[in-house]
């Protein structure tokens, strides 16, 4: 009975942990009106980090990346382009552990719930079916900021020569 507490405390201490794992959001970008690098953009990436890490699961290999992306949203053409969120999975990779929240300039927080993320079909062509995960991030208005996150792994890949966009429309 006592190991059984001891687990149900260190689950409950994971949730918790899991929940502040939010970077602070600055009064600056809570305040911020225009756009820093075109002022006319709907919507601005504020950061968008990409964490790699190799590892063997049971022997295989396997590459996690660990995506984490801010957003500020401007007008409401911002709002309609960046308000719902499609993470595709190809091959052997599979999405995991998405989470995501909209911050009100005021500072209120809005979580995304996990009832609202969906594992669906993103694109049916003749030759392809590209599954993922789709979301609409909650109560979106222009002046908000979005963030959210997931884990990405990578069955049977390692790193070597892995290109990553350092450049992206957003």
């Given at each position: 009975m006592k190991s059984l507490l001891v687990y149900a405390a260190l689950c409950w201490f994971a949730i918790r942990l899991n929940a502040a794992d939010w970077r602070p959001v600055s009064r600056a970008e809570l305040e911020q009106k225009i756009p820093k690098v075109d002022p006319a953009a709907d919507a601005e990436a504020i950061f968008w980090d990409i964490s790699v890490e190799d590892r063997a699961q049971g022997g295989d290999p396997q590459t996690i990346l660990n995506h984490y992306i801010r957003i500020k949203i401007f007008t409401e053409r911002g709002k309609e382009d960046?308000?719902?969120?499609?993470?595709?999975?190809?091959?052997?990779?599979?999405?995991?552990?998405?989470?995501?929240?909209?911050?009100?300039?005021?500072?209120?927080?809005?979580?995304?719930?996990?009832?609202?993320?969906?594992?669906?079909?993103?694109?049916?062509?003749?030759?392809?079916?590209?599954?993922?995960?789709?979301?609409?991030?909650?109560?979106v208005e222009a002046g908000d900021i979005i963030e959210y996150r997931w884990r990405e792994v990578r069955d049977g890949e390692l790193v070597f020569y892995m290109r990553l966009q350092m450049q992206r429309e957003l």
């Open positions: 960046h308000s719902t969120v499609e993470i595709p999975r190809v091959g052997k990779r599979s999405i995991h552990d998405v989470a995501g929240r909209t911050i009100k300039p005021d500072g209120t927080i809005i979580e995304l719930k996990k009832d609202s993320i969906f594992d669906r079909e993103l694109v049916k062509t003749k030759g392809l079916k590209l599954r993922g995960k789709s979301f609409a991030m909650p109560n």
